[in-house]
């Protein structure tokens, strides 16, 4: 029976779907590597699970308090983050609940504080939280929208960051940990899935699901994601420390697109995380090896004391980038002033070398004013007919509309011998020759 | 747990079984159901009803978690007919593989997927989308419905699955790839899933 294949198929569906509802992005192509007789076969049919399992998922919710349900921006191992709208306020917010199969009362609580937890934070770099509620029991949270990406969809992508933009990235983050560490919360789960990128750039750390106050317990002695995790964790014994370690673990990713610890078999992944980073990875720039390879250490004692420490030591990597900036800047700023110095100069003597030769290139002006008469043929030139007979056209389209509705009453005008020799005086001024200048006298006439 | 003896085997068993059993009972239960009686109710139900029953588990014939099941399907059966009248989805037969009623499964598809009990307003886009994946499903022949359902909205195991048809592990297994297969054809050939279709 084992080789049937209909019967594999169904039996890797069953660890396929029971992972994509735990929330793991799964490679299908893993599946046909580990299973090449079956490779078409999953090719084929593991999407259409997927797709039924996401339709399933994306519409187990619509609308919770006062938020519509847009879409699903991700999954973890407990909540749900979604793309919502608060209807009150009509703005876009980040919806967290937890998802459904992991509700229990540890879960609750550990949500219940974690929406505490950010309430107590206000940095412009942490994602601010909004509102609190719970629903048929259905707790949830919403934070302001950041629309990323995140720095792990930067890793995925490949994305060049340039380097002054990630040591300002690097520089909010560990002000926002040196933050939060001030209010007494370590985040635990530092990674790059955790922080998002808005332009500027404008890093956002996020996700405090697994964060603490210090003098909080731990439920779940191992908590965040083994491969950001700082060795002392895997003892149960980090502190404020080990988010230094993640955040720097997280930035180097952000210049290698690789993953420090590539490690997929556990135990593995274990081993190597506990030995610790010989060296750094290829690819950090020179002014950044120095910070990173301290903040990675693998002995807590050996990296920053404090994340404030972290982010003083960024800052002189900013300052340093920054003068070279400044320094391009000051280059192209007289590059540009000798540039526009030239062209003044080439205008100057351009200008004071060629107006000699052609005369009427400078001369033109006055010519005008001289050979007044001289100018004006364009306009009889548009004029289609001679002006005798297409007197009317011709002049309603030099004078206003209005003048066309002030001949209806004529006789007004008429009566009044005034009026009609203001109009006469008018006319030429116009600009219509001198010669129409009567045909208000000739128009009444028909009537 | 692969027995079902005492009643501390049970509360630990009605502790991790709840999350899928109310999963269940949200697909199950008939939308007109849904503003009288919450699924939690029903699970609450399902758990007085078992803690009766215990001494009738038989390990031969259930897994304990499939058993719950049995329980939770009775149970909506009678709250269906309670409430509505009549049966409205003959669950035993369902359950018992003899036979499916035609309309239920793909109903109960498309009202999940509509956002099933909980929003006080389905969406225009959702219900067109609702009907479209419906309109997809019904071209599947019922028994397809049925396992793509069992698999997929109840997140049963290929085993598990079997035993709740009465067939053969290997036949479960044929009709699970079958079906998949066959939606994947309508699916593919309506163009739907194409835009969003992730691998990932």
Redesign the interface.
């Known amino acids: 029976?084992a080789e049937?294949p209909?019967?594999l198929?169904?039996?890797l569906?069953?660890g396929y779907?029971e992972r994509l509802?735990a929330g793991e992005?799964?490679?299908?192509e893993d599946y046909c590597t580990e299973h090449p007789q079956l490779a078409d076969?999953i090719r084929?049919?593991?999407?259409?699970?997927?797709?039924?399992?996401?339709?399933?998922m994306q519409?187990?919710?619509?609308?919770?308090g006062e938020f519509v349900v847009k879409s699903e921006i991700g999954r973890g191992g407990m909540g749900i983050v979604y793309e919502a709208e608060q209807l009150s306020l009509g703005r876009r917010v980040a919806l967290k609940i937890i998802r459904?199969?992991?509700?229990?009362e540890s879960s609750q609580r550990r949500f219940q504080r974690e929406a505490c937890l950010i309430g107590q934070l206000e940095h412009p770099h942490i994602v601010p939280i909004y509102a609190y509620g719970v629903e048929?029991?259905q707790q949830y949270f919403a934070m302001r929208y950041i629309r990323g990406p995140s720095l792990q969809d930067i890793i995925d992508e490949g994305t060049q960051t340039p380097e002054d933009s990630i040591v300002i990235i690097a520089q909010q983050l560990a002000s926002a940990l040196a933050y939060a560490h001030s209010q007494g919360i370590r985040h635990r789960d530092i990674k790059p899935g955790n922080i998002m990128l808005d332009a500027g750039p404008h890093a956002w750390l996020s996700d405090f699901g697994l964060a603490i106050d210090t003098h909080g317990s731990i439920t779940g002695s191992l908590a965040g994601t083994i491969r950001y995790m700082a060795p002392e964790c895997l003892a149960g014994d980090d502190d404020e420390r080990s988010d230094i370690y993640a955040l720097g673990i997280s930035l180097i990713e952000l210049y290698t697109f690789t993953p420090v610890f590539p490690q997929k078999n556990s135990d593995e992944l274990l081993d190597a995380v506990q030995t610790g980073l010989s060296s750094l990875p290829p690819g950090i720039p020179e002014n950044m090896q120095k910070i990173l390879s301290k903040a990675c250490h693998v002995h807590p004692h050996k990296r920053f004391t404090t994340a404030q420490a972290f982010e003083e030591a960024l800052a002189t990597v900013k300052m340093s980038s920054f003068v070279t900036v400044q320094n391009n800047l000051k280059k192209t700023l007289l590059f540009a002033a000798l540039l526009l110095l030239f062209f003044a100069g080439l205008l100057f003597f351009g200008l004071d070398y060629y107006r000699p030769q052609p005369p009427q290139h400078l001369p033109p002006r006055p010519a005008i004013i001289q050979e007044e008469p001289q100018f004006p043929p364009p306009h009889p030139i548009h004029l289609p007919l001679p002006l005798e007979t297409h007197t009317t056209e011709s002049e309603e389209d030099w004078l206003p509309p209005k003048r066309e509705h002030l001949g209806p009453p004529p006789n007004h005008l008429l009566d009044h011998p005034p009026k009609r020799a203001r109009y006469d005086g008018e006319r030429p001024r116009r600009g219509p020759p001198p010669g129409k200048g009567p045909r208000f006298h000739d128009r009444p006439e028909p009537q | 747990m692969d027995n079902l003896e005492t009643a501390e085997q049970l509360a630990e068993l009605l502790?991790t079984a709840s999350?899928?059993l109310?999963?269940i009972a949200r697909f199950r239960i008939d939308p007109r159901l849904v503003r009288r009686i919450?699924p939690?109710d029903i699970i609450q139900d399902v758990f007085i009803a078992a803690k009766k029953r215990l001494h009738h588990y038989d390990n031969n014939r259930h897994t304990p978690f499939l058993w719950l099941r049995l329980i939770l399907m009775q149970t909506l059966c009678d709250t269906h007919r309670e409430h509505l009248g009549v049966q409205a989805r003959d669950i035993r037969k369902e359950a018992g593989a003899v036979g499916f009623d035609p309309g239920a499964t793909s109903a109960t598809i498309a009202y999940?997927?509509?956002?099933?009990g909980?929003?006080?307003?389905?969406?225009a886009v959702?219900r067109e989308r609702?009907q479209h994946?419906q309109k997809l499903l019904e071209q599947l022949s019922p028994i397809d419905q049925e396992i793509?359902a069992l698999?997929?909205?109840e997140?049963l195991?290929?085993k598990e699955v079997a035993t709740i048809l009465g067939i053969e592990?290997?036949a479960?297994?044929?009709r699970?790839?079958?079906a998949?297969?066959r939606?994947?054809e309508i699916?593919s050939s309506a163009g739907y899933?194409e835009s969003?279709?992730?691998?990932?």
């Open positions: 029976m049937d209909d019967y198929l169904a039996e569906a069953d779907c509802r992005h799964v490679n299908i076969d084929d049919l593991f999407p259409t699970m997927a797709q039924l399992e996401i339709t399933k519409d187990e919710l619509e609308q919770i459904s199969e992991a509700i229990n048929d029991e | 502790e999350p899928q109310l999963r919450s939690e999940q997927i509509s956002g099933g909980h929003s006080p307003s389905v969406s959702r609702a994946i793509v698999r997929h909205y997140e195991s290929n592990i290997k479960a297994s044929i699970y790839v079958r998949l297969r939606l994947k699916v899933f969003e279709m992730d691998n990932g």
